[in-house]
Structure formats: C-alpha cells, structure tokens
C-alpha cells in the first residue's frame, strides 16, 4: 500500500457528501438543516443528542471547535453553525493526513 492511497482512502466520503461540503463551505447561510446533518454525520458519527430541536455531536478533542446544529426558520441550518461545522471538519481532516503521513513513514521504514 502506498502513502497516497492511503490517505485516499481514509477521506472516502460520497460524492452527494462532498458536494455539501463544498455548498457548506460557499454558502453557509443556504444549506438545510437536514443536509448539514448529513455531512456531519458522515465526519463524525451519529449525534449523540437528537431527540430535542438541536443536534449535538462528540468530538475527538476537547474544547472548540465543537459541532452543534439547530433547525432555524424555513427549514435552514444555522449559518453560523455551519461555518463552526466546516471548522471542525477541516481539523478533523488535518488530523487524519497527519496520521496517514506518519503511518507512510512506519511503512517505508519496516
């Protein structure tokens, strides 16, 4: 296996996903609130609160960024929300090239 197929395939998400993503990233203030949940979802796992008006996930480090979202008016995620969602994304993708890259090492050495 190689580093780069590595790493590839640790950022597998759907096409539907990454065109989100993107839509996220562009328009944060015009993104459903059920589409969002959709992306992070697909980062982070299933929230582990959804049973009230707002969708909270765990995060894989402690403090900020943090991934809260909360249906608002027309059916609209938050865009604050969301640019906070696109924040830890980015940091969970920073997180994961860095240990593909260090797991390329490993290999190369043995």
Known sequence: MTAGSDIDTMFAVSKDVDELLEQM???????????????????????????????????????DPRVNLQRSKGGKAKAYQIRQAVQAIDRLLGLRTLEARQRAKEIKKS
């Open 25 to 63: 990233r562009s328009h944060p203030s015009d993104v459903r609130f059920t589409d969002a949940c959709r992306v992070v979802s697909a980062f982070f796992g299933e929230p582990r609160q959804a049973g009230t008006s707002h969708r909270v996930w765990k995060m894989p480090w402690p403090g």
